[in-house]
């Protein structure tokens, strides 16, 4: 085990040439950053996660029934052992053969099978109110540490001059609020990495899986070679938009559909200058030249490069969504009505939409039971569901 950790540890690989792990030791003139500083995220990202519940129960709830959000979910199936069966052991989405065969075992007709295999399947969705708290939590989060980041970024130098993130380097000292800045992000994140398991489920969560990994890999280990300079400026940019994406989809919740598509649009102007324009301008230029001409080369250099830029390939194909969106919105003069980050009318997301399937199958028989085709109140559906919007989401 100490071979490993010596050769996982190799200062060749980790820092700059004539640099040692002995030279980053924190001593009673000046503190640096260590990586046993991060064990610290996981009691943190614990904490963080039993604030979240507490602050959905007890403040974005009632916010939630004060502002007159839905709690009720979609309306549950009829009871029905044999579909129920099939349902939890089989499949979720049974093929025609499957279902002529359901017909005849229940005396069903086809179209009824199918309207309950879609009930079943949005009684498992989540509720407007849960998904509103779930976006206030992130909201106040997000609201709170980019303000904190801004306050603290004010009054370093490398906020104006990024060539600052590598003056010194790496003998830079931490300070207090950098590294409160860090480990809190750090378990925030951790938490998303352990409750998106638990949480609503997006169409994208590969995707965004993939983002927790790359964003808690990049704050490990900006930390650990003390990069935590630059770390501090990806940190805040990125929380920039993420602030006003919770607030347009609680205004969605709340049928403020005007607040909601200007909120959207806010978003979308601000990704896309932050994401596409600031990032790559801004950071990727000090990481991938600036940094290089300070100091050289060594393999830890590339490693966070890479990471860097793999999250810029995140940006580019969130961006292409937002852009999609909008441009169908706009062709369609029906702004707001597709948003592919779970923003503006997730109908379609939330409730399936039948209208397409029953349309090309006919009604053969009558069930034994009555189903109601009142579906969830919708007004846009021969069934009351609602068809008017398609949506996926995102983060």
Same mark, same amino acid.
């Given at each position: 085990m100490a071979g490993i950790l010596a050769w996982f540890w190799n200062e060749r690989f980790w820092l700059p040439h004539n640099v040692t792990w002995a030279d980053l030791q924190s001593?009673?003139?000046?503190?640096?950053?260590?990586?046993?500083?991060?064990? @610290?995220?996981?009691?943190?990202? /614990?904490?963080?996660?039993?604030?979240?519940?507490?602050?959905?129960?007890?403040?974005?709830?009632?916010?939630?029934?004060?502002?007159? %959000?839905?709690?009720?979910?979609?309306? +549950?199936?009829?009871?029905?052992?044999?579909?129920?069966?099939?349902?939890?052991?089989?499949?979720?989405?049974?093929?025609?053969?499957?279902?002529?065969?359901?017909?005849?075992?229940l005396d069903w007709d086809v179209r009824s099978i199918q309207r309950w295999f879609r009930q079943r399947r949005n009684q498992e969705k989540p509720s407007t109110l849960t998904k509103f708290c779930e976006s206030m939590w992130r909201f106040t989060f997000y609201l709170y540490i980019f303000t904190y980041g801004v306050r603290f970024l004010k009054k370093t130098p490398w906020l104006w001059n990024t060539r600052q993130c590598w003056n010194g380097y790496p003998?830079?000292?931490?300070?207090?609020?950098?590294?409160?800045?860090?480990? %809190?992000?750090?378990?925030?994140?951790?938490s998303l990495m352990f409750s998106q398991f638990i949480d609503i489920k997006r169409k994208d969560f590969g995707i965004m899986f993939t983002h927790h990994i790359v964003t808690v890999t990049l704050i490990t280990f900006s930390y650990v070679t003390n990069l935590t300079r630059v770390g501090t400026l990806t940190l805040c940019l990125h929380d920039a938009a993420d602030v006003v994406l919770e607030a347009a989809k609680?205004?969605?919740?709340?049928?403020?559909? +005007?607040?909601?598509?200007?909120? /959207?649009?806010? /978003?979308?102007?601000?990704?896309?200058?932050?994401?596409?324009?600031?990032?790559?301008?801004?950071?990727?230029?000090?990481?991938?030249?600036?940094?290089?001409?300070? @100091?050289?080369? /060594?393999?830890?250099?590339? %490693?966070?490069?890479?990471?860097?830029?793999?999250?810029?390939?995140?940006?580019?194909?969130?961006?292409? @969504?937002?852009? +999609?969106?909008?441009?169908?919105?706009?062709? +369609?003069?029906?702004?707001?009505?597709?948003?592919?980050?779970?923003?503006?009318?997730?109908?379609?997301?939330?409730?399936?939409?039948?209208?397409?399937?029953?349309?090309? %199958?006919?009604?053969?028989?009558?069930?034994?039971?009555t189903i109601t085709t009142n579906g969830t109140g919708g007004a846009n559906g021969t069934n009351g569901y609602i068809t008017g919007g398609t949506c996926s989401e995102e983060h």
């Open positions: 001593t009673e003139e000046a503190s640096f950053p260590q990586a046993e500083d991060l064990y @610290l995220a996981f009691p943190l990202a /614990f904490c963080i996660f039993m604030i979240r519940l507490l602050f959905e129960r007890f403040i974005a709830k009632p916010c939630a029934l004060g502002l007159k %959000v839905q709690a009720n979910g979609p309306q +549950k199936a009829q009871p029905n052992a044999i579909l129920e069966k099939v349902f939890t052991a089989i499949t979720k989405h049974p093929d025609e053969k499957r279902l002529e065969g359901l017909s005849k075992q003998y830079q000292p931490l300070m207090p609020d950098l590294h409160f800045y860090y480990i %809190v992000e750090l378990s925030f994140y951790w609680m205004a969605n919740y709340c049928k403020y559909q +005007k607040l909601s598509d200007l909120l /959207f649009l806010t /978003f979308a102007i601000v990704f896309i200058v932050s994401r596409l324009g600031i990032y790559p301008l801004w950071i990727l230029n000090t990481t991938l030249f600036e940094l290089y001409e300070a @100091l050289g080369n /060594f393999p830890a250099l590339w %490693v966070f490069n890479v990471l860097l830029v793999v999250l810029q390939i995140l940006h580019c194909f969130w961006s292409y @969504l937002i852009i +999609k969106a909008a441009y169908k919105a706009i062709s +369609k003069g029906k702004a707001g009505k597709w948003n592919p980050l779970h923003v503006a009318k997730d109908d379609r997301s939330d409730i399936e939409s039948s209208s397409d399937e029953e349309e090309t %199958v006919p009604r053969s028989k009558t069930p034994h039971s």
